[in-house]
């Protein structure tokens, strides 16, 4: 069978990644590219050299305008004929406008991936115009061919209060590369302990974040003005928390003195602090989509304490004992959940999980039922 021809419309940068949702989209289209004769069409603050799969046109213009370059129907149009595409698909329902001009002068099937109901994160964000964007977003999924959802959740709402054909809803989760249970925690441990002086008996608890995100910024100020005040209490407890991520705005200085917190800054390769992780911390109450970090601590061996809001979209039943959920808000539960998981011996990642959420096996599926 003939490989087939895509055409991914990614309005924005996403290499070199710096943040959970870039990584996600630059992951996709890497095991994409490999199973597929793949184009990505984007913006040239992409660095080119890491589309190692793909071809990479830097199509679109810098700014805001690209949301409304109306030139790009043209572009686009030329492109989809030339190239005979099976199928284009547009990263969020932004471009939805010109995603059905196009389909109108070429037939082409036209899928929207999304990472998010968008209404709704920046509702819970508070954007004033979220409703205009609910209104689009519905217009959107009504209009096309056919829509990835990154969690069920996410597809349920659409099926159910936006009647959506089910027939055209599909599960993309986000994935990941590792299709095993690590076996290098023990060294990645010492390597971790070296970085940042550990000691051989202290537990390692890990949040991982871009602080230009408020979620993420909510999610830290509980862990240091709520969760490590309750942990310090704890008698005879021996544990740092490592707090890796970029973008800490400058009023929080002071995180590089709170007693038992270490602040790792921006780590591009975040997988030897997976893999070294005892729990990952995930006091998560906002943002929409599933929480890519959360996916990844488990697959690298971590025992995951979340809030239920931070666990959203995750398949629990494939986690075993890798996820504790505790109820949105309460503090002292989420504390000491994480006192009983530190004492407790870690089992393994369940094989399940890494059967469901490797990249091999969702990008097979959905090239499988949707294109």
């Known amino acids: 069978m003939p490989m087939k021809k895509i055409l991914v419309i990614a309005p924005y940068a996403y290499l070199p990644w710096r943040s959970g949702g870039q ?3 630059g992951q996709f289209l890497e095991y994409l590219g490999r199973k597929t004769s793949l184009t990505v069409v984007s ?3 992409n660095d080119a050299a890491a589309a190692k799969s793909y071809t990479h046109l830097p199509l679109l213009k810098k700014g805001f305008s690209r949301y409304y370059d109306y030139s790009l129907v043209k572009k686009i149009s030329t492109l989809v004929k030339e190239e ?3 199928a284009v698909i547009w990263e969020h329902p932004y471009l939805a406008w010109l995603a059905f001009r196009v389909r109108k002068k070429t037939g082409v099937r036209t899928l929207f991936h999304t990472h998010n109901i968008e209404y709704q994160r920046f509702k819970s964000t508070g954007r004033w115009w979220w409703p205009v964007l609910k209104w689009y977003e519905r217009w959107c999924f009504k209009k096309a061919d056919g829509i990835f959802f990154i969690t069920p959740d996410d597809k349920q709402f659409a099926i159910q209060q936006w009647k959506i054909d089910p027939a ?3 599960d993309l989760p986000f994935g990941i590369e590792t299709g095993f249970y690590p076996a290098n925690r023990q060294s990645s441990r010492e390597a971790i302990n070296q970085l940042h002086g550990l000691l051989p008996g202290e537990k390692m608890f890990l949040f991982t974040g871009a602080f230009n995100y408020k979620p993420n910024l909510d999610a830290l100020q509980f862990i240091v003005e709520k969760i490590n005040p309750i942990l310090l209490k704890e008698a005879g407890f021996a544990y740092k928390i490592l707090v890796c991520g970029g973008d800490l705005p400058a009023e929080w200085n002071e995180l590089r003195d709170q007693q ?7 780590i591009p390769r975040i997988d030897l602090y ?3 992780a005892d729990i990952f911390l995930n006091p998560v109450l906002s943002g929409g989509g599933i929480k890519t970090k959360m996916v990844e601590a488990i697959a690298y061996g971590a025992t995951v304490i979340s809030t239920v809001t931070g666990a959203t979209g995750i398949n629990k039943a494939v986690c075993g ?5 505790v109820n949105d808000g309460d503090w002292n539960a989420f504390a000491n959940a994480v006192v009983m998981a530190a004492r407790e011996d870690s089992s393994p990642t369940p094989a399940a999980y890494y059967q469901q959420y490797h990249w091999e096996a969702i990008i097979s599926n959905i090239l499988g ?3």
Do not use: E, M, P, T
């Open 84 to 86: 005979q595409f099976d």
């Open 23 to 25: 990584k996600f989209i």
């Open 274 to 276: 997976y893999s070294a």
């Open 369 to 371: 039922k949707a294109i």
């Open 168 to 170: 055209r809803c599909f």
């Open 321 to 325: 004992s890798k996820l504790v959920l």
């Open 43 to 45: 913006v040239a603050a």
């Open 260 to 266: 038992h917190i270490i602040y790792a800054g921006f």
